[in-house]
């Protein structure tokens, strides 16, 4: 497949759509000096070449009562029962993100809990999981970096 090639217009299309999913494309029209309908047009062809996958909605999980978070290792008895622990893990809501690893652990994941007794129900649920050997957990103190914009500008930048 070939690489699609973004300009200067589709770089700032997708800075605005960053900082704002929601905003409307007469306001990223207004504000480049093009037409709505050519940031319209743009987005589409950005999304039907896979650069664009939806949009999402951030949320401020301290407000809902959900500021713990951990992230968890997870030790398969063996690695074949990698996809059956995934998707018992995938069952459990507070599981936000895991990833299949190499090195130390066989599944890393990021949990989200009121606080640390609910932490603790959430890292029992993965203990309980058939073919869990073990879990180890390091708790978050705090999120410090999580800016895509700075990942977003220097793939730009080698484009």
């Known amino acids: ?6 300009d200067e217009v589709d770089h700032q299309i997708l800075d605005m759509l960053i900082d704002n999913t929601r905003i409307p494309f007469t306001d990223i029209a207004k504000k480049l000096l093009i037409s709505a309908g050519t940031v319209h047009v743009r987005v589409k062809k950005m999304e039907e070449a896979g650069i664009i996958k939806g949009s999402s909605l951030t949320l401020d999980y301290k407000k809902l009562g959900y500021s713990f978070i951990a992230y ?8 074949s029962q990698t996809k059956f622990v995934l998707e018992r ?3 459990i809501p507070y599981v936000t993100v895991a990833h299949i690893t190499t090195g130390k652990f066989n599944i890393f994941c990021k949990i989200r809990a009121r ?3 609910h932490a603790k129900e959430i890292i029992f649920m993965l203990d309980d999981i058939d073919g869990v050997y073990r879990t180890e957990t390091m708790i978050s103190l705090e999120e410090s970096i999580n800016d895509k914009k700075r990942l977003m500008h220097t793939i730009f930048n080698e484009l």
Do not use: H
Request: glycine share 4%; charged share 20%.
């Open 1 to 6: 497949m070939a690489k699609f090639k973004l």
């Open 72 to 79: 968890v290792g997870v030790f398969l008895q063996n690695t």
């Open 89 to 91: 893990i995938e069952s």
């Open 115 to 117: 606080d640390t007794m």
